[in-house]
């Protein structure tokens, strides 16, 4: 079933609106699962002044979600109501040196893209986003890492709108980061992130760099349809342990499947629905609390409604 088209009522309220509204828009080829129903509405803001305006005008009862790249992302199979915001490399997609070996980019920016930017300038400490195959607004929300370092260890602020329109910028003590995971407003949508990098040698950051991939390509399904990491690793215990000595390695709901080669890793081998995946994670915490004890939680972000 489509949701109401809504556009008009926001065009109304928003006359000066620059950015592209679509209605009943497709999320699924915006994530890397490939499941999922539509957005109410997709809205492409402008520029970060276009946003703010949006939402500034937006009625307070219509719900505003925002995506990134989908990497880590389950849209369930009724669709996402109200608006979804995806910020565009084109207006928020920028990358910019700055004094004293900072790094400043767009969240729209891919973190790879970071990674290589700072390697070309030979500022280290950013080549762990080389495998990580978000943007910058999830990792700012996500606080990814990888191979020893995350986005707590290097970012310096992030610039971002509020729910009301307001322009915030938010040092990296509001920030609130741990594992995982940012305290950050949730309706906060981030615009920009500023990293400090330190000076380091060039062939030995593309040396880690290159480290960071064949790491990645041996131990990750990286080609598959999958969420990346599905759950938190518990205080004391490794998810992917806790999921393999419970039995669930190859578990399969429907079309979905827990990865034969990374057990903390769901995919979608072809056919899955949004609720094959979401229920074959529910099964796997509940056995894994039936073995061991341990409550698994998500890390994976579930967003809208069932079917
Ligand atoms: C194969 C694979 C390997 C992975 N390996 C790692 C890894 O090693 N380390 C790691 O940390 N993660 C890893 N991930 C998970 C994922 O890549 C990260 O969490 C990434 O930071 C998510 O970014 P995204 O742009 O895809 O965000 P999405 O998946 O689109 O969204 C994730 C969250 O970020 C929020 N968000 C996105 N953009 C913004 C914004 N502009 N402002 C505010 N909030 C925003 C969304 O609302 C949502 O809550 C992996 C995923 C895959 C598929």
Redesign the pocket.
């Known amino acids: 079933m489509p949701f109401q088209d809504i556009t008009s009522d926001i065009r109304a309220a928003a006359p000066d609106l620059r950015g592209r509204l679509l209605a009943n828009q497709e999320m699924a080829g915006l994530?890397?699962f490939r499941v999922g129903g539509p957005a109410q509405i997709l809205f492409t803001p402008a520029d970060e002044a276009d946003l703010s305006y949006l939402l500034g005008k937006l009625p307070a009862e219509i719900p505003v979600?925002?995506?990134?790249?989908?990497?880590?992302?389950i849209v369930r199979d009724g669709g996402i109501p109200g608006v979804v915001?995806r910020?565009a490399g084109k207006a928020?997609g920028e990358i910019a040196l700055e004094e004293g070996d900072r790094l400043r980019a767009g969240?729209?920016v891919?973190?790879v893209k970071v990674a290589r930017a700072a390697a070309d300038a030979s500022l280290d400490g950013l080549a762990f986003y080389r495998?990580?195959?978000?943007?910058?607004?999830?990792?700012?929300?996500?606080?990814?890492?990888?191979?020893g370092g995350?986005t707590t260890d290097v970012l310096v602020e992030a610039r971002?709108v509020t729910r009301k329109g307001e322009i915030v910028t938010f040092s990296h003590a509001d920030m609130g980061f741990s594992y995982?995971n940012s305290t950050a407003p949730?309706d906060?949508?981030?615009?920009s992130a500023l990293f400090q990098g330190r000076p380091g040698d060039q062939a030995a950051i593309l040396a880690e760099m290159e480290r960071v991939t064949s790491a990645?390509e041996a131990a990750?399904?990286?080609k598959?349809r999958?969420?990346?990491?599905t759950f938190k690793n518990p205080d004391g215990g490794k998810a992917w342990q806790l999921i393999d000595a419970a039995g669930c390695r190859g578990l399969r709901v429907g079309g979905a499947q827990v990865s034969e080669m990374h057990c903390n890793?769901l995919i979608n081998t072809g056919g899955a629905t949004a609720a094959d995946i979401e229920g074959l994670g529910e099964e796997v915490r509940r056995r894994v609390k039936d073995n061991s004890g341990y409550e698994l939680h998500w890390?994976i972000?579930r967003?809208g409604v069932a079917a």
């Open positions: 994530t890397w979600t925002v995506v990134g790249l989908g990497s880590n992302l915001i910020l928020f969240t729209a891919p973190d495998g990580i195959p978000g943007c910058i607004g999830g990792a700012l929300r996500m606080n990814a890492g990888a191979h995350e971002g995982r949730s906060m949508i981030f615009t990645r990750q399904p990286i598959e999958t969420g990346g990491s890793f890390e972000k967003f």
